[in-house]
């Protein structure tokens, strides 16, 4: 589930069930197939097949609330996050349904069982939306394509200065901005001094291939 959540939100663009389902792989569904089993394959050991076991009854009984049966396709998985209030689904201007996590997200822990492992997906996620404004306004910072340049030289310092946003928040900014792909850096953001100039540049390549047959979804 956490997984689904993270292919919803690290982009600005919405992905489709189809695409969406890719995120869900696992052992028993490899190439992560709308169709297939949501459910990894059962564990070895004993208590963890216990532990299994009860994660799965007690996704049946949230499921029940919303008059759905217990989810076995990650398609049924994803029905039951938009029953639930988890993501939106609605149809781009070409009509074609498309997903993003609701904003604010819920509190999760009424809804669904949470590991730890999805505990920290939820709170990355969470990091995103909060500083999704931040990152846009670095990621328009960087000449466009028709300006012919490579890149920026900045630092966190002057970054911080521009959008108005504390040191802290605009290295995990920066952070977030690089996970999309396409944003490069010439040092190590996560480490770099607030006053060092680095180095920002996009492949252009990258940013044009990552969108082809993706379209913005409205506001719902």
Same mark, same amino acid.
């Given at each position: 589930?956490?997984?689904?959540?993270? +292919?919803? +939100?690290?982009?600005?663009?919405?992905?489709?069930?189809?695409? =969406?389902?890719?995120?869900?792989?696992? +052992?028993?569904?490899?190439?992560?197939?709308?169709?297939?089993?949501?459910?990894?394959?059962?564990?070895?050991?004993?208590? &963890?097949?216990?532990?299994?076991?009860?994660?799965?009854?007690?996704?049946?009984?949230?499921?029940? %609330?919303?008059? #759905?049966?217990?989810?076995?396709?990650?398609?049924?998985?994803?029905?039951?996050?938009?029953?639930? +209030?988890?993501?939106?689904?609605?149809?781009?201007?070409?009509?074609?349904?498309?997903?993003?996590? %609701?904003?604010?997200?819920?509190?999760?822990?009424?809804?669904?069982? =949470?590991?730890?492992?999805? %505990?920290?997906?939820?709170?990355?996620?969470?990091?995103?939306?909060?500083?999704?404004?931040?990152?846009? =306004?670095?990621?328009?910072? #960087?000449?466009?394509?028709?300006?012919?340049?490579?890149?920026?030289?900045?630092?966190?310092?002057?970054?911080? &200065?521009? #959008?108005?946003?504390?040191?802290?928040?605009?290295?995990?900014?920066?952070?977030?901005?690089?996970?999309?792909?396409?944003?490069?850096?010439?040092?190590? #953001?996560?480490?770099?001094?607030?006053?060092?100039?680095?180095?920002?540049?996009?492949?252009?390549?990258?940013?044009?291939?990552? %969108?082809?047959?993706?379209?913005?979804?409205?506001?719902?």
């Amino acid at each position: 589930m956490g997984l689904l959540l993270i +292919g919803s +939100g690290v982009s600005q663009f919405a992905p489709t069930r189809d695409q =969406l389902a890719a995120y869900a792989r696992n +052992g028993a569904n490899p190439r992560g197939e709308l169709s297939g089993t949501c459910w990894p394959p059962p564990p070895g050991g004993e208590p &963890e097949a216990e532990e299994s076991s009860s994660r799965r009854g007690t996704v049946a009984d949230h499921a029940a %609330r919303y008059g #759905i049966e217990v989810p076995e396709s990650v398609d049924d998985l994803i029905e039951l996050m938009v029953s639930a +209030g988890i993501l939106v689904e609605a149809c781009d201007e070409l009509g074609t349904p498309r997903l993003r996590p %609701r904003k604010p997200l819920p509190d999760l822990d009424d809804i669904f069982p =949470l590991d730890e492992e999805e %505990r920290l997906t939820i709170d990355s996620l969470k990091s995103a939306e909060l500083y999704a404004g931040k990152v846009q =306004l670095i990621s328009g910072m #960087i000449p466009s394509e028709s300006r012919r340049k490579t890149g920026m030289s900045t630092s966190i310092s002057q970054l911080s &200065e521009a #959008i108005g946003e504390t040191h802290d928040g605009t290295r995990r900014a920066l952070l977030l901005l690089l996970e999309d792909g396409d944003v490069f850096s010439s040092v190590d #953001i996560s480490k770099v001094a607030v006053r060092t100039v680095f180095h920002l540049h996009r492949d252009w390549s990258m940013f044009h291939q990552k %969108r082809i047959g993706l379209t913005r979804l409205d506001e719902v």
